[in-house]
């Protein structure tokens, strides 16, 4: 009967050590859910310090933490809720919010000076690392960055190219347009 009292013993010890295991495994696991790093909708790199994105939720902020950002510009007009708004002041990142509509006709244009506003700021090397971002990420950001594109001298072929591939089914001739008449001549010599 002590042979088998011991057995059980063992047994049940054997049994515990697995289940604390499975249990700790499963604590393991949750934590490395709760640190997956999950990108904003349409988010890229555009050049060195500088990103684009979509709308960032709280699932994003990890993601963005990581990026070690030091400003956004926002081109959405809707306020920033608390928890983000939290989360610039406990990461010290600048906004800039220039919240503007897109492009839609036939009475909504994109405002050049805003515009204008927004690249300057995103030429500014202290404001790196920045993300942009609009709601989606393809029509206002896709704006500001073809036009970054073109005082990097890119062709209008790669700048609506890029663009495209952003936008996908939703490409806007207005925002076609509003980058190849974006002059960009008062802006040379901010490059590097």
């Known amino acids: 009967m002590s042979k088998v009292r011991g057995f059980l013993l063992l047994s049940f010890a054997v049994t515990r050590v697995v289940v604390n295991s499975v249990e700790e495994m499963e604590e393991q696991q949750s934590q490395q859910l709760d640190e997956l790093l999950i990108p904003p909708l ?7 310090g500088i990103y684009r994105s979509g709308y960032p939720n709280i699932t994003n902020l990890p993601f963005l933490g990581k990026r070690r950002l030091k400003s956004i510009i926002c081109l959405c007009p809707e306020l920033y809720p608390d928890y983000i708004l939290e989360f610039l002041g406990k990461n010290e990142i600048t906004l800039f919010h220039l919240g503007i509509d897109g492009n839609k006709e036939p009475f909504v244009d994109i405002p050049e000076d805003v515009i ?49 591939r952003f936008a996908g089914t939703k490409v806007r001739m207005l925002d076609q347009q509003f980058m190849e008449l974006f002059d960009v001549s008062s802006f040379r010599g901010l490059t590097r």
């Open 116 to 164: 204008r506003l927004a690249l300057k700021n995103l030429l500014d090397p202290g404001n790196h690392p920045v993300l942009i971002h609009c709601n989606k990420g393809k029509h206002r950001t896709g704006c500001l960055v073809g036009c970054l594109r073109k005082l990097q001298r890119w062709s209008l072929t790669a700048i609506f190219d890029e663009y495209r």
């Open 42 to 48: 349409n988010f890229a790199v555009v050049d060195r």
